[in-house]
């Protein structure tokens, strides 16, 4: 199948900081990518849709300039987590769309997720 | 707003037995449904999707719709060990494909 990779794997930093999490798909092109929080025993929270050369999609609550997303080709996107704070402490999981038809078929394809921890 | 219910478990089987895992969903207009198993620390991993109403089998895996009591369950014949995980229900929720996820049903096979 297809893979998604994600880079870091772990990531601790100090509040304040800013963190940039890289998605990529390696086998195949992506023209729509998502991330997603996951925070301990609870379930995969979608923050934003980024589609490859336009604005990304952000659900509601979440702040987008907090939360910059940029998906700059069709293999990567990247979530930058702004002046980070201790409640940004979550794994963060991006996911990359393989277009087969075009219709409900396609198929999300998960990274192995970033867990951030900050200090 | 769009919901994804689940029971969180955790569901406890023996080994062998079947493990029945339960979803409902509050869209009515929702098309697309999703089984994703998430091992603890890791990221989801598709088992298989329906569309349709009715039963899809896939091995040892049978997802079941009922779109008019807008509910999804899968079926996990011949529970193993390795079987026991997190159990993620997800629906399709319009334009770009975009998953509304449960929050998850926790299977534990023991031997």
């Known amino acids: 199948g297809a893979v998604v990779s994600q880079h870091p794997s772990r990531v601790i930093c100090k509040s304040g900081t800013s963190v940039k999490i890289e998605c990529r798909s390696l086998?195949?092109?992506?023209?729509?990518m998502f991330w997603y929080r996951q925070f301990p025993k609870k379930s995969l929270m979608l923050m934003a849709t980024s589609n490859e050369g336009s604005k990304a999609t952000y659900e509601q609550g979440v702040e987008k300039d907090k939360f910059l997303i940029n998906h700059a080709s069709l293999t990567l996107s990247t979530l930058t987590v702004t002046s980070a704070h201790p409640e940004d402490s979550s794994f963060y999981i991006c996911?990359?769309?393989?277009?087969?038809?075009?219709?409900?078929?396609?198929?999300?394809?998960f990274g192995p997720g970033t867990r951030l921890t900050v200090t | 707003q769009k919901e994804v219910e689940q029971n969180s478990g955790p569901l406890s089987v023996p080994e062998g037995a079947i493990a029945s895992l339960n979803c409902t969903y509050s869209?009515?207009?929702?098309?697309?449904f999703f089984w994703y198993r998430q091992y603890s620390g890791k990221s989801p991993e598709l088992i298989m999707f329906i569309y349709s109403n009715g039963d899809k089998e896939d091995g040892r895996f049978t997802a079941q719709l009922n779109k008019a009591s807008q509910y999804v369950s899968l079926l996990i014949r011949d529970s193993q060990p390795s079987d026991s995980a997190t159990y993620l229900c997800a629906v399709g929720a319009g334009g770009y494909n975009k998953l509304i996820f449960g929050a998850g049903t926790r299977l534990a096979v023991h031997p």
């Open positions: 996911s990359a769309l393989a277009v087969l038809a075009g219709g409900p078929e396609d198929e999300q394809y």
């Open positions: 869209d009515r207009g929702s098309q697309s």
């Open positions: 086998d195949f092109q992506a023209t729509t």
